[in-house]
Nanobody, 123 residues
Framework: VQLQASGGGLAQAGGSLRLSCKAS????????EAWFRQVPEKERDLVAA????????YYADSVKDRFTISRDNAKNTCYLHMNSLNPDDTALYYC?????????????????WGQGTLVTVSS
């Protein structure tokens, strides 16, 4: 499984960005998918996730009501729509998926990762 993340860049506070994560080698459908973010010297944090069926979602409190995770099964691509960005959202963002469909809320369960895409939000 290979994941290709894209869409990062520079945004102003209050602005929006959309991250994309395209999978090859396996479909996202039927497996959990998640977005994580990491800043230097801190752990990678779970930001948003889909359950294996896509019927349940999780959002970290810090992004709730601002970020939306979505999936296009036809394109085998997942997205993270980020609105009302603020400087605290500045981080390297990673998409990931896992074979452990029941452990979609456990960061340690994710065993396939995309490369990070950098999001920088200026004040």
């Amino acid at each position: 499984v290979q994941l290709q993340a894209s869409g990062g860049g520079l945004a102003q506070a209050g602005g929006s960005l959309r991250l994309s994560c395209k999978a090859s080698g396996r479909t996202f459908s039927g497996y959990p998918e998640a977005w994580f973010r990491q800043v230097p010297e801190k752990e990678r944090d779970l930001v948003a996730a889909f359950s294996w069926s896509g019927g349940r979602t999780y959002y970290a409190d810090s992004v709730k009501d601002r970020f939306t995770i979505s999936r296009d099964n036809a394109k085998n691509t997942c997205y993270l729509h980020m609105n009302s960005l603020n400087p605290d959202d500045t981080a390297l963002y990673y998409c990931a998926t896992t074979d452990s469909i029941g452990r979609w809320l456990e960061p340690s369960a994710y065993n396939f990762w995309g490369q990070g895409t950098l999001v920088t939000v200026s004040s």
